[in-house]
Every structure is written in structure tokens, then in C-alpha cells.
């Protein structure tokens, strides 16, 4: 059974970094055909896929946010990250840690989650 953990720091000023980690277990990130992606729902709003990092290291991000994202990884303790500059109160947000399983090109499912960790964004 794979299992994803995020953790972050509950609270980010203005102006700086955000950064969150997916501790997963139970798979290893780099299996090949799965990516492990990030998204998050700011309050009263949807889902928001924010980018992925593949079981090689490819990442792939959302265009919206693309200047502002970076996702890595760490395969000795099977964690990736996501860092998100310049944050303003409308990053605030539950931010969660999923597994894809990619069949073909377009063709993927979000398999695995985690539970979220919520991020709030003030000075």
C-alpha cells in the first residue's frame, strides 16, 4: 500500500518561500510509468494541479505558475518537493501530495494521495 505524507510550515510570510515535502512509502519514485504531483485547494475553491515530477526526473508544471514553482526530489529518502516563491495571501492554501499512474500520453490516473497540509499565507 503506498502511502504520501506532506509536510510544511503551517505558516509563510509575504514575499517568501513556501516549501513542502511528500515523505512517500510503500512505493519508490523512481518505478517507472508514475509521476508524483502536486496540487492544492485554496479555501471555498477547487483543485489546482500545480506541476509533477516523473519517476526519471522530468517536471512538468502549470503554466500559471511556472515562474514561480520548482519541484525536486530527494530518491535516498523517496521524498519530493515542491518550493513556491514569492507567495501572497492568495497562495494560502491545502496543498496535496498525489501519485499518478501514466498509461500513455494523455491517458493517467491520480491513484495515491495524502492527507494535505494546510499553508496559510501572512505577515
Known amino acids: 500500500q503506498v502511502q504520501l505524507q506532506e509536510s510544511g510550515p503551517g505558516l509563510v510570510k509575504p514575499s517568501q518561500m513556501l516549501s513542502v515535502t511528500c515523505t512517500v512509502s510503500?512505493?519508490?519514485?523512481?518505478?517507472?510509468?508514475?509521476?508524483w504531483s502536486w496540487i492544492r485547494q485554496p479555501p471555498g475553491k477547487g483543485l489546482e494541479w500545480m506541476g509533477a515530477?516523473?519517476?526519471?526526473?522530468?517536471?512538468y508544471y502549470s503554466p500559471s505558475l511556472k515562474s514561480r514553482t520548482s519541484i525536486s526530489r530527494d530518491t535516498s529518502k523517496n521524498q519530493f518537493s515542491l518550493q513556491l516563491r514569492s507567495v501572497t495571501p492568495e497562495d494560502t492554501a491545502v496543498y496535496y501530495c498525489?501519485?499518478?499512474?501514466?498509461?500513455?500520453?494523455?491517458?493517467?490516473?491520480?491513484?495515491?494521495w495524502g492527507q494535505g497540509t494546510q499553508v496559510t499565507v501572512s505577515s
Open positions: 498525489a501519485r499518478v499512474r501514466v498509461y500513455s500520453g494523455s491517458n493517467y490516473e491520480f491513484d495515491y
Open positions: 510503500g512505493g519508490s519514485i523512481t518505478t517507472t510509468y508514475y509521476a
Open positions: 515530477i516523473a519517476f526519471d526526473g522530468d517536471t
